[in-house]
Protein backbone atom coordinates (compact mmCIF):
# COMPACT_ATOMS: atom_id res chain seq x y z
CA UNK A 1 0.00 0.00 0.00
CA UNK A 2 3.33 2.42 0.26
CA UNK A 3 3.32 2.47 -3.28
CA UNK A 4 -0.02 4.09 -3.32
CA UNK A 5 0.01 6.03 -0.39
CA UNK A 6 3.97 7.45 -0.81
CA UNK A 7 4.02 6.88 -4.40
CA UNK A 8 1.35 7.70 -6.47
CA UNK A 9 -0.86 9.71 -4.40
CA UNK A 10 2.64 11.81 -4.12
CA UNK A 11 2.59 12.43 -7.38
CA UNK A 12 -0.51 13.41 -7.89
CA UNK A 13 -0.73 16.20 -5.15
CA UNK A 14 2.79 17.40 -6.44
CA UNK A 15 1.73 17.58 -10.32
CA UNK A 16 -1.76 19.23 -9.11
CA UNK A 17 0.45 21.84 -7.24
CA UNK A 18 2.83 22.36 -10.56
CA UNK A 19 -0.65 22.84 -12.74
CA UNK A 20 -1.95 25.33 -10.63
CA UNK A 21 -1.16 29.42 -10.31
CA UNK A 22 0.34 30.66 -7.56
CA UNK A 23 -3.41 32.21 -6.40
CA UNK A 24 -4.75 28.59 -6.51
CA UNK A 25 -1.98 26.87 -4.57
CA UNK A 26 -2.53 29.70 -1.67
CA UNK A 27 -6.48 29.16 -2.20
CA UNK A 28 -5.92 25.08 -2.00
CA UNK A 29 -3.62 25.73 1.24
CA UNK A 30 -5.95 28.05 2.72
CA UNK A 31 -8.50 25.34 2.32
CA UNK A 32 -6.63 22.56 3.87
CA UNK A 33 -5.53 25.06 6.84
CA UNK A 34 -9.59 25.73 7.41
CA UNK A 35 -10.45 22.02 7.85
CA UNK A 36 -12.15 21.80 11.13
CA UNK A 37 -10.06 19.48 13.78
CA UNK A 38 -11.99 16.09 13.74
CA UNK A 39 -10.71 13.14 15.70
CA UNK A 40 -8.77 10.89 14.42
CA UNK A 41 -8.36 13.41 11.06
CA UNK A 42 -4.45 14.88 10.73
CA UNK A 43 -5.04 18.84 10.44
CA UNK A 44 -2.63 20.59 8.28
CA UNK A 45 -3.45 23.94 9.42
CA UNK A 46 -0.80 25.58 7.08
CA UNK A 47 -1.44 23.83 4.09
CA UNK A 48 0.85 21.12 1.95
CA UNK A 49 4.12 23.11 2.58
CA UNK A 50 6.05 20.31 3.31
CA UNK A 51 4.35 17.53 1.80
CA UNK A 52 7.61 14.95 1.30
CA UNK A 53 7.80 14.34 5.43
CA UNK A 54 3.95 13.25 5.02
CA UNK A 55 3.64 9.75 6.31
CA UNK A 56 1.23 7.12 4.63
CA UNK A 57 -1.21 7.67 7.33
CA UNK A 58 -1.22 11.55 7.02
CA UNK A 59 -1.69 11.07 3.12
CA UNK A 60 -4.85 9.15 3.88
CA UNK A 61 -6.01 11.58 5.65
CA UNK A 62 -5.50 13.99 2.45
CA UNK A 63 -7.28 11.64 0.71
CA UNK A 64 -10.36 12.31 2.83
CA UNK A 65 -10.32 16.08 2.20
CA UNK A 66 -8.60 16.68 -1.12
CA UNK A 67 -11.77 16.05 -3.32
CA UNK A 68 -13.10 19.60 -1.48
CA UNK A 69 -9.77 21.29 -1.65
CA UNK A 70 -9.20 21.43 -5.48
CA UNK A 71 -12.88 21.59 -6.16
CA UNK A 72 -13.25 25.02 -8.63
CA UNK A 73 -10.03 25.60 -8.41
CA UNK A 74 -9.14 24.62 -12.06
CA UNK A 75 -11.39 22.08 -14.02
CA UNK A 76 -13.94 19.70 -13.30
CA UNK A 77 -10.92 17.27 -14.40
CA UNK A 78 -9.03 18.19 -11.03
CA UNK A 79 -11.61 17.18 -8.76
CA UNK A 80 -12.63 14.14 -11.06
CA UNK A 81 -9.03 12.93 -10.50
CA UNK A 82 -9.35 12.94 -6.36
CA UNK A 83 -13.13 11.72 -7.13
CA UNK A 84 -11.59 8.38 -8.91
CA UNK A 85 -8.53 7.94 -7.13
CA UNK A 86 -10.62 7.76 -3.94
CA UNK A 87 -12.78 5.08 -5.57
CA UNK A 88 -9.87 3.12 -7.02
CA UNK A 89 -8.07 2.98 -3.66
CA UNK A 90 -10.99 2.12 -1.28
CA UNK A 91 -11.19 -0.82 -3.96
CA UNK A 92 -7.45 -1.52 -3.75
CA UNK A 93 -7.92 -2.28 0.32
CA UNK A 94 -10.66 -4.97 -0.37
CA UNK A 95 -9.16 -8.33 1.71
CA UNK A 96 -10.75 -10.92 -0.86
CA UNK A 97 -11.47 -10.36 -4.31
CA UNK A 98 -14.19 -11.98 -6.69
CA UNK A 99 -13.25 -11.89 -10.24
CA UNK A 100 -16.17 -9.52 -10.84
CA UNK A 101 -14.02 -7.32 -7.77
CA UNK A 102 -10.78 -7.52 -10.21
CA UNK A 103 -12.46 -6.73 -13.17
CA UNK A 104 -14.19 -3.42 -11.12
CA UNK A 105 -10.98 -2.94 -9.78
CA UNK A 106 -9.08 -3.12 -13.32
CA UNK A 107 -11.55 -0.42 -14.47
CA UNK A 108 -11.15 1.89 -11.37
CA UNK A 109 -7.65 2.03 -12.32
CA UNK A 110 -8.02 2.81 -15.96
CA UNK A 111 -10.09 5.36 -15.28
CA UNK A 112 -8.04 7.27 -12.75
CA UNK A 113 -4.87 6.40 -15.20
CA UNK A 114 -6.65 8.20 -17.93
CA UNK A 115 -7.57 11.11 -16.17
CA UNK A 116 -4.48 11.12 -14.34
CA UNK A 117 -2.18 11.01 -17.79
CA UNK A 118 -4.40 13.82 -19.41
CA UNK A 119 -4.11 16.39 -16.67
CA UNK A 120 -0.61 16.09 -15.23
CA UNK A 121 1.58 14.37 -18.26
CA UNK A 122 3.49 17.72 -19.45
CA UNK A 123 4.10 18.30 -15.49
CA UNK A 124 5.70 14.78 -15.60
CA UNK A 125 9.62 15.34 -16.82
CA UNK A 126 9.76 11.19 -17.47
CA UNK A 127 6.16 11.72 -19.40
CA UNK A 128 4.86 9.15 -17.08
CA UNK A 129 6.80 6.93 -17.73
CA UNK A 130 7.54 5.47 -13.56
CA UNK A 131 7.50 2.38 -12.06
CA UNK A 132 4.82 2.71 -9.80
CA UNK A 133 2.72 3.79 -12.35
CA UNK A 134 3.34 0.73 -14.89
CA UNK A 135 2.90 -1.93 -12.22
CA UNK A 136 -0.23 -0.32 -10.85
CA UNK A 137 -2.00 -0.14 -14.04
CA UNK A 138 -0.53 -3.28 -15.73
CA UNK A 139 0.47 -5.82 -13.16
CA UNK A 140 -1.62 -5.05 -9.55
CA UNK A 141 -4.81 -6.61 -10.42
CA UNK A 142 -2.70 -10.08 -11.99
CA UNK A 143 -0.51 -9.42 -9.19
CA UNK A 144 -3.46 -10.00 -6.83
CA UNK A 145 -5.04 -13.13 -8.33
CA UNK A 146 -1.43 -14.81 -8.32
CA UNK A 147 -1.09 -13.97 -4.80
CA UNK A 148 -3.79 -12.46 -2.72
CA UNK A 149 -4.87 -9.21 -1.73
CA UNK A 150 -2.60 -6.36 -1.44
CA UNK A 151 -3.01 -5.69 2.43
CA UNK A 152 -1.39 -9.02 2.87
CA UNK A 153 1.71 -7.99 1.91
CA UNK A 154 2.65 -4.68 2.98
CA UNK A 155 5.44 -3.59 4.52
CA UNK A 156 3.37 -1.37 7.43
CA UNK A 157 2.01 -4.80 8.60
CA UNK A 158 5.61 -6.45 8.58
CA UNK A 159 6.93 -3.61 10.60
CA UNK A 160 4.25 -3.93 13.21
CA UNK A 161 4.21 -7.43 13.65
CA UNK A 162 8.07 -8.57 13.14
CA UNK A 163 8.80 -7.83 17.34
CA UNK A 164 6.05 -9.72 18.42
CA UNK A 165 6.81 -12.81 16.60
CA UNK A 166 8.12 -15.99 18.72
CA UNK A 167 10.17 -17.68 16.12
CA UNK A 168 13.84 -19.04 15.97
CA UNK A 169 14.24 -18.02 12.26
CA UNK A 170 13.03 -13.95 13.29
CA UNK A 171 14.81 -14.32 16.63
CA UNK A 172 17.97 -12.76 15.45
CA UNK A 173 16.53 -11.18 12.27
CA UNK A 174 16.01 -7.47 13.45
Given at each position: M????????????E????????????????R?????????????????????????????????????????????????????W??????S???????????K??????????L???????????????????????????????????????????????????????????
Amino acid sequence: MHHLDLGLYHYQIEFTKGILGRSSIDKMNERIGAIPRYPGLKIFSKGLQSIARLTASEHRDLMKVMVFVVDGLLSDDLSEVYVKWNEMYILSRLEIFKESDLEKFQKAINDWANLFVILFRKKSDSKMKFPKFHSWIFHIVDTIREYGAINGYTTETYEMTIHHVDHPFLKNWH
